[in-house]
């Protein structure tokens, strides 16, 4: 019956078409000025960093590398100096930047890596210890951001970090929710212990007062003397023995690995959304071909007539995840080591092609890769699970200088072993841990000095006159190209402040049947009509939600933040 009574509304839904991507990465040909600049982070404290060093005169690229800074002290479940991520930015005159600082695998890595007593390791059995930690990639990305788009000294951005690791920062219940949740990577070493869990065993109350002094002198050693510091001497040798000699999964990894280990500036990945453009980053990054294939075969719909309370607007997003997670199944991948077609990924006529397979008002019976342009090499199709943890924090200054960037140490607490008080990632379970199935290579599979697939997807997006009008993006594992997409929807085809976008509930459906709608949300109550148009297999759960974005409102910054959180906007 619903079936029917829909029909008639979704045949009317196309639009005219895509259009031609720009070939410049160049969006606005003036630079903006705002009255004051804006951050958005998952932690007051965070926040209250970054805005710190906007007041003071700084760049966002300033704001955004002490917030990542002070994060590593009051969020050290999610990010850290310890991890990487990934920098998006608009120089404040339209020209967009990424910048890569992904862990990579240590030169002893092999497609075996995770195969032990003939058998290949679960991704939570090999999460512990030191078989997940890949090379850390943060410190590597802040000094280069920072040559290039800082303007405050570099030991000036390390100030409120080292302020809270000493003089101590309360235990808030985000914190002490995953402290509970996962003891056993928190709590691996002894030093994990004594900082977070009491004499009895259990995490420190709600409240508490945490010191990290060892952390506070790692930190005034890092201003003091720059990257260098992380990737050199006693701190590089104190990363290797601890990978190699781990109590968990103990595994080879030198001093020479650190101090190989390079950020890289990559070509962004930028493509077309009705007048709007979307702009991310590339591989090893699967975000920015994810947000924008969905966008995509999305485009022939009318999503604004629909609107926010349609279930057939939400049929149409999840029916294209499902494509799209498909094709970034197959494909994605470490650029350097696997030819990715990223240009036929994002191409307009390839995606109008893959939305003539989804209909407004039946689902598609299965999802299958498809064969975009530039595609050269058969590929294994794999789902990597990458675990849920991350953080996401935007700034923007006065200028008009945007920094998008997500951080990560992977799941949380990452692997459980720490160094000078902080914790190491478990970023190499983000590789495929089989490198083969059906005789075919996995592109996403581990090779010496390759770094992880990942779903981070820190978004610029621009308006029609082609001036910044969104900074954006998530933390959650897989669901992040989700979250990022129903904020861009929201704001560009629901006309919805940023905020009430964040707010908006997540549908994720990742290439298979299985559809899962976030615990408590507005989908809830949408699911015996997604039923209806063929959504059998729908999981409602608590997803790990966790967005923050900035937008730009008449020449104004309005900043927003995640209702799941404790984050928070601040202005300078």
Not at 376 to 398: E, G, K
Not at 450 to 457: I, L, N, V
Not at 523 to 540: F, T, Y
Request: proline share 8%; hydrophobic share 45%; with cysteine.
């Amino acid at each position: 019956m619903l079936r029917s009574l829909l029909a008639p509304l979704a045949a009317g839904l196309l639009l005219a078409g895509c259009a031609t991507a720009p070939k410049s990465v160049s969006t606005a040909p003036n630079s903006s000025a705002f009255a004051h600049g804006m951050v958005s982070a998952a932690d007051p404290r965070a926040a209250d960093a970054g805005a710190e060093m906007l007041h003071a005169g700084g760049s966002a690229t300033d704001a955004a590398l002490a917030m990542l800074l002070a994060l590593n002290v009051v969020e050290p479940q999610s990010s850290g100096v310890g991890g990487g991520g990934f920098m998006v930015l608009d120089d404040g005159k339209g020209h967009v930047e990424t910048l890569d600082g992904r862990e990579a695998a240590p030169k002893a890595a092999t497609p075996e890596w995770f195969k032990m007593n003939g058998q290949y390791l679960s991704v939570p059995q090999a999460i512990p210890g030191g078989l997940s930690v890949g090379v850390p990639g943060n410190v590597a990305l802040m000094a280069q951001a920072h040559e290039r788009y800082g303007k405050l000294p570099w030991k000036q951005l390390f100030g409120p970090a080292i302020k809270l690791a000493r003089d101590g920062f309360a235990v808030t219940p985000r914190m002490r929710q995953f402290l509970d949740r996962a003891r056993g990577t928190a709590g691996l070493t002894a030093d994990g212990r004594a900082l977070y869990f009491g004499a009895d065993g259990e995490p420190l109350p709600v409240g508490t007062t945490i010191r990290n002094p060892a952390l506070a002198a790692f930190l005034e050693k890092l201003a003091a003397g720059g990257p260098k510091v992380f990737y050199s001497g006693a701190n590089a040798a104190a990363i290797a023995e601890t990978v190699s000699k781990s109590p968990r999964n103990p595994a080879p990894m030198t001093a020479s690995d650190l101090g190989a280990y390079h950020a890289k500036w990559r070509a962004p990945v930028c493509a077309p959304y009705r007048a709007y453009r979307i702009c991310g980053m590339g591989p090893p990054a699967s975000g920015a071909t994810t947000v924008s294939g969905v966008l995509g075969v999305l485009e022939r719909f009318d999503m604004t007539a629909l609107g926010k309370d349609s279930p057939v607007a939400w049929h149409l997003i999840a029916e294209a995840e499902r494509l799209v997670y498909a094709d970034r199944d197959r494909y994605l991948a470490d650029s350097d080591f696997v030819s990715v077609p990223v240009a036929g990924l994002v191409a307009p006529d390839y995606l109008a092609a893959r939305s003539q397979l989804i209909a407004p008002d039946r689902t598609l019976p299965a999802a299958t890769p498809g064969t975009p342009p530039g595609a050269q090499v058969a590929q294994a199709d794999t789902l990597t699970p990458d675990v849920p943890s991350t953080t996401h924090f935007v700034a923007v200054d006065r200028s008009g200088q945007a920094v998008t960037q997500t951080s990560t140490v992977e799941s949380s607490f990452g692997s459980g072993l720490m160094v000078s008080g902080y914790y190491l990632n478990n970023e190499l379970t983000d590789f495929s841990l089989v490198p083969d199935r059906d005789g075919k290579p996995v592109a996403n599979r581990v090779e010496p000095g390759k770094r992880p697939r990942s779903s981070m997807a820190p978004t610029l997006v621009y308006g029609p006159d082609g001036k910044l009008r969104l900074a954006v993006g998530a933390a959650g594992g897989a669901t992040i190209p989700a979250q990022v997409l129903r904020v861009i929807i929201g704001v560009i085809d629901w006309k919805l402040s940023v905020q009430d976008a964040i707010a908006l509930p997540v549908i994720y459906a990742p290439g298979g049947t299985t559809v899962s709608v976030d615990k408590g949300g507005a989908l809830e109550a949408m699911i015996p009509a997604l039923k209806a148009l063929g959504h059998d297999d729908i999981v409602v759960r608590e997803l790990p939600l966790k967005a923050n974005a900035v937008e730009v409102v008449n020449g104004e910054l309005h900043g927003g933040t995640d209702p799941h959180t404790e984050g928070v906007a601040r202005s300078d």
